[in-house]
């Protein structure tokens, strides 16, 4: 079956440590977006790729980074320079590839949600 | 820059009736997309149905459709027969079909839907 994986489901992390959150899709998809979802909120744009080795930030990158070595995979760093990273994240993926036009509509994962003790 | 609006936090409505859910948005661009995303209690986003802007007529998938009236910037959903795994979470959405630009797509805040028994 095609998809978006997300792991963990559930992760917990003290303050001052990096947490790296996991999304690989297996669609073919060459664009890669992550969310941040915070309670009674709609989603934000943390960082997106296009093709591989290439990504771009997006609405509140800071604390955060990414890379794309892969087609397939797109992991998220939480840093600790990320002062309230308690949220909900959402991995999604679209055919990108430059086909603005058409049928490039974002399909998403299950999400991992992270707590900071 | 573009806004997406909803202005309905919570609706609820009984089972087998039907409910509309109001979106409106704010854009200068003539060619783009809207889309209204579930998200039910599991947290997944599901796609429920997407509306080209240069299409005149109201896009349908099976239960869902909307009215898509783009002269005043307004996309509603309606769920007829209304069951209770509809129960969600519902987000509008945008997207810029701009060629010059990524396909960042743009949320709403969500509308918390209850279905009554």
């Known amino acids: 079956d095609g998809g978006i994986t997300q792991s963990p489901k559930y992760l917990f992390r003290k303050e001052g440590q990096n947490v790296t959150l996991s999304c690989e899709q297996n669609?073919?998809?060459?664009?890669m977006y992550w969310y941040r979802q915070d309670p009674g909120q709609g989603l934000r744009l943390i960082y997106y790729?296009?093709?591989?080795?290439?990504?771009q930030k997006g609405d509140i990158a800071e604390g955060y980074s990414v890379s794309r070595e892969k087609k397939e995979s797109f992991p998220l760093t939480v840093t600790s320079a990320q002062k309230n990273p308690t949220a909900f994240y959402l991995c999604?993926?679209?055919?990108?590839?430059?086909?603005?036009?058409?049928?490039?509509?974002?399909?998403f994962g299950p999400g991992t949600r992270l707590t900071v003790l | 820059a573009q806004t997406v609006t909803q202005s309905q936090p919570e609706m609820s409505v009984q089972e087998a009736e039907t409910v509309t859910l109001s979106c409106t948005y704010d854009?200068?661009?003539?060619?783009?997309?809207l889309f209204w995303y579930k998200q039910p209690p599991s947290r997944q986003m599901i796609l429920v149905i997407r509306?080209?802007?240069?299409?005149?007529q109201n896009a349908t998938e099976n239960r869902f459709s909307v009215n898509f009236q783009k002269a005043a910037k307004s996309f509603s959903l309606k769920i007829s027969d209304s069951q209770l795994g509809d129960a969600a979470m519902y987000f509008c959405?945008?997207?810029?079909?701009?060629?010059?630009?990524?396909?960042?797509?743009?949320f709403g805040p969500g509308t918390s839907l209850s279905v009554i028994p």
């Open positions: 854009t200068s661009e003539s060619d783009y997309y």
């Open positions: 959405a945008y997207r810029s079909d701009q060629r010059t630009s990524y396909d960042k797509v743009i």
């Open positions: 509306q080209e802007a240069y299409k005149q």
């Open positions: 790729s296009q093709i591989v080795n290439d990504f």
């Open positions: 669609l073919n998809h060459d664009a």
């Open positions: 999604a993926s679209s055919i990108g590839g430059g086909q603005l036009r058409g049928t490039d509509t974002q399909y």
